[in-house]
């Protein structure tokens, strides 16, 4: 497995509706894009440290569904669902995501993620474009910075086991 040059998770705020993360990768984008789209492997880091995946349903086709449900360390189950929207493989997905919580009204947003690839390493990009500034930044509140860099970090500690799967 390469060492991670750059593990560093960099935040931005591209506009009033719009979360981004950027993560280089030490891997060909084609792994990375399988680890994204594959419950087999979804299942190994999506959540935050000390969560686990305990339902993930993916039909990776334009107009396909998906759904995942994360168990927290406390216990409970937070589940969250979409549409894929757009798919270019290796390069591109944009899906609906709606956390299913009717306490903080089911919120929903536009995930798109790229895979742009260099010589020897791979930038991601998640963009997350919400409806309004409000939604945006309440998402940010709740603490899905920390959340979405846990992630990222066990993602690329998780591509060993896509390469052997």
Known sequence: ???N????????????????????FDWPRSLLFEAWTK????R????????????????????GLWHTVLRMPDGTDHAFSGK????????????????????VGNP??????????????????HNIRHPSREARDSHLKAGMEAGESQSLRRLDECIACVRNV
Not at 39 to 42: A, L
Not at 44 to 59: E, F, K, Q, R
């Open 84 to 103: 894929y929207l757009e798919i270019v493989p290796n390069e591109r997905l944009v899906y609906t995501e709606r956390y299913e919580n009717p306490l």
């Open 5 to 24: 040059r750059s593990a560093e998770v960099i935040l931005s705020l591209p506009s009033e509706l719009d979360i981004a993360f950027k993560r280089t």
């Open 108 to 125: 929903q947003w536009v995930t798109t993620v790229t895979f742009g690839e260099t010589d020897s390493e791979t930038q991601v990009t």
């Open 44 to 63: 190994h880091w999506w959540g935050c440290d000390g969560s686990s995946v305990t339902a993930c349903n993916m039909d990776v086709r334009v107009g």
């Open 39 to 42: 419950p087999e492997h979804v």
């Open 1 to 3: 497995m390469p060492a």
